[in-house]
Each structure stands twice: as structure tokens, then as C-alpha cells.
């Protein structure tokens, strides 16, 4: 009896910490990676990125992946490296970049066509295939796009959205899209097509801080934390419907240095109770990749 008492207390402690490590897992703990093939270039370097992952519990890596990664050899090595971070329980999408895609005709179609070369390779590498696509369509970086409400774009961009969430969800794949705050300074009409276009977004909350500021680090996570409190709930203030994405939070490292982890916590603490936050997003893998050599 006294036994059985004994390994009945030893499973209730251990509840506890088994409920905390479940609710941190319901939140996605993502990374950039950009210009893959210097990350192949050593065969350590991808061990490197997953050892980089566990030790930040990051459970999502955007690999980006452009028609200069078409060549056997180095599609065998993108294989061997999702295979690394399956093994982690790291998920992989493929992230595909432009300025300009959102513009029907050539440029579209030219990231259409990476779309399907992503596809292509998950056809040919079915067991360690990329598990969703990340987009980063920056249209607000063109000239035309510049000053304060001029949204003009977005329903092109949309539209572009709407393109590559169709193939992805014909071929079981999650579609994320970074956006800065810009996008959800539109009206309420703008904001519902924004967040009803995909399933997720992630919010890329730049320049509130900066190491040479002079504010002290816990100046730097009060501002942090109102700001992402003001843009989450302006992102879904007056919307309605049960089809509304999901929001994630992108924070660099020029920001704030070797500070960023405890930013990502403070993030993560700030939002946890929101049901429409999604998780946190660390740009990038290649900042750290700089300083470490």
C-alpha cells in the first residue's frame, strides 16, 4: 500500500510540469533561415540549426527555397536536413521571397512556378517533404506602395495568397505569410479579407527598440509588450466569422541583440491567453550564424 501511495504521489508531481511543457507546445516557436545552400555548405551546419532549435524550443523552420536549390545533389542534402529536424519534431516550410509577387502576370506566375517546384520536390522526396509553405510578398517596399494608408495592393495580394493556399491545401500543406503592421492599419473591410485569406500570418514587429537606444531591457519588454498587445487587438477589432487566421509575432535580432530569447518569452507571456495568437518568430537563423563565426 505504502508502495502504491509512493508511485501515485511521484505521477501526481510530475502532472505539473506535463501540463506546462503541453500548453508551451500548442504555440508555434518558428525560425528564418535564408540563403540555404551556405547552410549546406558543411555537412555540421544542419546539425547546427537543429541543436540551435532544441535549445530555444523552436519547433518551426523556414527553409527558404528558390529554383537555385533544382540541382540533385543539393535537393539531397534539403532532404537529409528535414529529415534531421523531423527527427526533432521540427517542422519545415519551404519559404518563398518577393517584392513584387502580388502583381498578376509574370511575377505571380514566376512564384507560382517555385510553388510547384516545391511541390515537385515533395513528390520526389515523399518521406522528408516540406510540411507547409512560408511567404514573404513584400509589395509595400516598392515606391508606389510607400506612405501611410496606401493599401492599394492588397487585393492583388490576396488574391496571390489565395493561389498558393489553394495547391498547398490540394497537397496537405500549412501556408503561413509574413506581413508588417502596416497591413492591419486598414479599414475593417481590408482587415476581414487580410485575415480571412489564410490560416496564418505572422506579424513582423520591427524597430520598437534598438541596442543603442539607450532604455534598459525592461523598458524595452514594457514597450514590447504594449505594442504587441495594441496591434493583436487591432488586427481583429470589429471582424467576425470563425475563419480568421491565426496571428504570429516576429521579433529580429538587431532589435535587441542577445536579449531577443527573453523578448520571445516576454511575447509569448503578453499573448498567451489570446485565442487568435498563434506563436512567436525568431529573424533570423543567419544573424546568429554571423556572430557565431
Known sequence: MRIAFSVLAAVLCLIPGDAAQGQNDQFVHGVWVWKTPILLDLPSRGEALRDFCRSHQINEVYLSFTSQNGGAAEQQEIEKLIALLHKSHIQVEALLSSADAD????????LMAHVNEVLSFNREHPHQRFDGIHLDIEPQQRQENKGPGNLAFLPNLLDTYHAVLVLAEQNQMTVNADIPNK??????SQRQALLSSLPRLTLMLYELSSPGDGQSTAAQADKLRQASTKFMD???????????AKLAIGLRTPDYQQQLPDMLKVVQD????????????????NDVMTTSQ
Open 103 to 110: 502583381e498578376p502576370g509574370k511575377h505571380r506566375d514566376k
Open 234 to 244: 487591432l488586427a481583429y477589432q470589429g471582424l467576425n466569422g470563425t475563419n480568421l
Open 270 to 285: 503578453t499573448l498567451s491567453g489570446n485565442p487568435h495568437f498563434l506563436g512567436w518568430a525568431w529573424h533570423s537563423y
Open 183 to 188: 497591413f492591419l492599419k486598414g479599414d475593417v
